[in-house]
């Protein structure tokens, strides 16, 4: 789950990092009265989970609470890269002198954190010269010890009070990525000012599979579609909208990905990728093909290779919703594995026949949403 | 022969009694995994369909010669199972289990490396050699013979082995890798062991977009007398969830379908692009009618 910056600075300035003075608000007189409480020329940033916020104007100056009020009233006018504005950060503008980058992820080859430091931050990071930029990958029995900071600050041409504080501000982000179970922790750009490095900007990515102990983060769901939203509070394993005809659902990552790859290959439109998970029962099922249907589609493909999960439950479930709240499209189901003669019979019993083989499923499916476009 | 296990290993299941545990602890016996003991604490020193349960992994080890450990444990109590078994001394420990903190996945794999246990997982389907099935896997896709097949995803891996069997084509082993950003085992880690199985004639790897572990296959895929098919799934798909900045740094324009491709071809892999070509692919390398 990525965190907006304003939450990501809070934990920042929790655990001792040195970020600019400012509030997250909702309104324009709201961001007046915090610039009046600063007392200098401030910056108002837009609070969405996208990067190039600054080219997409999302970032503007203001030197009084009137400008403040003004820059903040358009800035949440506006949409970044497709997402409303809802929330502003009204913070100090620093002096800068320079700008450097930091940041520590979870490099899954390595099987190791990794520290990635570089002289050179600001925008357009990703494009940088491989010998500007530092990598240094960590022992998880040994963390982030002192002398392994110092290194880096020394490797990115630190000296002096800032080499301490920069070395004392990765141990603080190492703390973070352990304690906030953090999968990334940034900061892009970390600021020279003065004879100070301070935070303008925080990055937070938390472990979905930890947010269960980590209660004190509120959750965001902002780069979700309404459609996702709604399964992700089902409990659907993974499910992104792709805006075509045919509703997908496959059981597994894979499997999902594989179907969809065959579909456009027959020349259909996956309306989704949704990888119902492994093992869901009944109910969850039940609720993943609601989901199908509330994307309006011509067609619904399922793709059930029944390992941990049983075609009976997945076959009860389509039985279920049939019988229920109805089913307006037609519904190819390919089905084989754990329990297959049990889930055969069940959709037998509504009148849906089940295929043995992805391959004509594909096909059916990708026909029948032609079929619908005729119609 | 089969990699890592086979019909004659003691395997021992943490979470025996628990509904997935005890269902496809059937599934297993039913497959012929030698299951000789259970650990289920509150529950040691009973039986359990005929299986000794224990209140601890070492108990369990203190009564058995335990070769290999499969997890059916719930995942805020996995990386305390996983280290209890890698603490215990058992080499092979197969962790089904989904949704792991990244952070306890770390602690798990470096452990494990430490004290030289092979992981599969976690979030695998686990594997099967020969008459030892750990995990999940449906008993009917499996069926002994020349094929090693490593893989990422497991229900891709269901239907690849499935139509192999179909055609009358076995498999030595079949090892799932697992999806989850930290897997104890790499490709490189199965192939290596897949080259030097006399009975493993050759290897098919299901991979998928994202990562770099089908770039290192590459590499060793160059080294290898045994010829590889592989598949990669997500042709298709719109990129994945990135981590912004420091996973594109990490990655540097690897991970892409295109981009592993190429490496894979380059490396004398033959790539089918959907997975019915595999099977295809295979008969001709193996001449198989």
């Known amino acids: ?375 | 022969m089969a990699i890592l296990v086979d019909e004659a290993s003691n395997v021992l299941i943490q979470g025996i009694t628990g509904k997935q545990g005890s269902f496809h602890f059937r599934q297993m016996r039913a497959f012929g995994t030698n299951v000789v003991s259970g650990v289920a604490p509150g529950k040691g020193g009973s039986l359990y369909e005929g299986v000794p349960l224990y209140e601890t992994v070492q108990e369990a080890c203190e009564h058995h010669a335990i070769d290999a450990t499969v997890l059916f444990i719930p995942a805020a109590f996995c990386k305390d199972a996983a280290l209890e078994a890698i603490e215990a001394g058992i080499k092979v420990i197969v962790i089904i289990t989904e949704h792991i903190p990244v952070q306890d996945e770390l602690i798990i794999v470096n452990r494990a490396k430490l004290k030289e246990a092979v992981i599969i997982g976690p979030n695998t389907f686990g594997m099967a050699s020969w008459k030892c099935k750990l995990g999940i896997l449906p008993n009917v896709a499996f069926s002994p013979g020349p094929v090693g097949v490593v893989a990422r995803s497991g229900t891709l891996t269901y239907e690849i082995v499935g139509s192999l069997t179909n055609v009358g084509i076995g498999q030595t082993s079949v090892v799932g890798l697992g999806g989850d950003r930290v897997p104890g085992s790499s490709f490189v880690d199965m192939l290596k062991r897949f080259e030097v199985d006399p009975d493993t004639k050759c290897v098919v790897l299901v991979g998928e977009i994202g990562g770099n572990a089908e770039e290192e296959a590459a590499e060793f895929i160059k080294t290898m007398s045994k010829p590889v098919v592989a598949y990669l799934a997500g042709k298709s798909a719109p990129p994945g969830k990135r981590m912004g900045h420091a996973g594109a740094i990490i990655e540097r324009g690897k991970g892409t379908y295109e981009g592993k491709v190429k490496a894979l071809t380059a490396a004398g892999a033959q790539v089918a692009t959907f997975p019915y070509e595999v099977v295809e692919k295979v008969q001709t390398l193996l001449g198989h009618p």
């Not at chain 1, 965190?3 to 909702?26: N, S």
């Not at chain 1, 304690?179 to 979905?208: F, Q, R």
């Open chain 1, 1 to 375: 789950m990525k965190c907006f910056e304003y939450m990501g600075k809070e934990i920042f300035a929790r655990f001792g990092i040195l970020v600019p003075q400012g509030r997250m608000v909702l309104t324009p007189e709201d961001a007046a009265k915090v610039a009046a409480e600063i007392g200098k020329p401030v910056v108002i940033k837009s609070q969405v989970l996208s990067g190039k916020r600054g080219k997409a104007g999302g970032i503007k100056f203001a030197d009084t609470p009137e400008e403040a009020a003004q820059a903040a009233a358009q800035v949440l006018s506006m949409t970044v890269q497709g997402l409303p504005v809802q929330r502003i950060l009204v913070e100090e503008k620093l002096k800068i002198d320079a700008e450097l980058y930091v940041a520590i992820t979870i490099d899954g080859a390595a099987k190791a954190p990794v520290v990635i430091a570089s002289a050179k931050g600001g925008m357009d990071i990703e494009e940088q010269d491989e010998a500007d930029i530092v990598k240094t990958h960590l022992d998880v029995f040994l963390g982030l010890p002192a002398f392994l900071a110092r290194d880096v600050a020394r490797k990115i041409g630190l000296r002096g009070n800032l080499a301490k504080e920069f070395s004392d501000i990765l141990s603080k982000m190492y703390c973070i990525l352990n304690h906030k179970d953090a999968e990334l922790v940034e900061i892009n750009p970390l600021v020279i000012s003065g004879d100070h490095l301070i935070a303008a900007d925080a990055k937070l990515t938390i472990d979905d599979s930890a947010l269960y102990r980590q209660k004190d983060i509120p959750f965001v769901d902002e780069d979700m579609t309404e459609v996702e939203k709604m399964a992700k509070a089902a409990g659907v394993g993974s499910f992104v909208e792709l805006g075509g005809d045919i509703a997908i659902m496959a059981n597994g990552a894979g499997i999902t990905m594989g179907t969809l790859d065959m579909v456009q290959l027959f020349g259909g439109h996956p309306a989704n990728f949704m990888d119902a998970g492994g093992g869901t029962g009944v109910e969850g099922t039940a609720k993943a093909i609601s989901i199908l249907l509330a994307q309006n589609p011509k067609v619904i493909f399922i793709n059930i290779f029944g390992g941990i999960t049983r075609c009976d439950d997945v076959a009860n479930a389509l039985a279920q919703v049939k019988r229920n709240i109805g089913i307006p499209v037609p519904v190819v189901v390919r089905m084989v594995g754990t329990n297959e003669e049990a889930g055969v019979r069940i959709l037998k019993e509504v009148g849906i026949d089940a295929y043995r083989d992805m391959k004509t499923a594909a096909q059916m499916a990708v026909a029948l949403a032609k079929r619908g476009e005729g119609a």
